[in-house]
């Protein structure tokens, strides 16, 4: 059975930082491109960070290229999202995602598995 755990979320003030993580399980981790998607309120879920499958690759969407830092530990099954620079347009559910290839993770396709969310507030 596929799953993706994320925790890590939290109330953080505007400039923090914060880390997010996904574990993940019941399936071959290391064959898998891993990316984090975000929904703001009222908004669409939006394309984060991705990593290839050796986490040679990284993937930014422009809006945190610099302040988001995604890093993969293939011993442990884990996905990382390092959160610097902090603002309030920041504040959403971040999603773990995983798929078999990049170009859907890049292009808002079909995703194989995602998980459950966990909830990043900026605030002051």
């Known amino acids: 059975q596929v799953q993706l755990v994320e925790s890590g979320g939290g109330l953080v003030r505007p400039g923090g930082s914060l880390r997010v993580s996904c574990a993940a399980s019941g399936f071959i981790f290391r064959s898998y491109v891993m990316g984090w998607f975000r929904q703001a309120p009222g908004k669409e879920r939006e394309f984060v960070a991705a990593?290839?499958?050796?986490?040679?690759?990284?993937y930014y969407a422009d809006s945190v290229k610099g302040r988001f830092t995604i890093s993969r530990d293939n011993a442990r099954n884990t996905v990382n999202l390092q959160l610097n620079s902090l603002n309030t347009e920041d504040t959403a559910v971040y999603y773990c995602?995983?798929?078999?290839?990049?170009?859907?993770?890049?292009?808002?396709?079909?995703?194989?598995?995602w998980g459950q969310g966990t909830l990043v507030t900026v605030s002051s």
């Open positions: 990593v290839s499958w050796t986490g040679g690759n990284t």
């Open positions: 995602a995983a798929d078999r290839y990049v170009a859907p993770m890049l292009s808002g396709g079909y995703l194989e598995a």
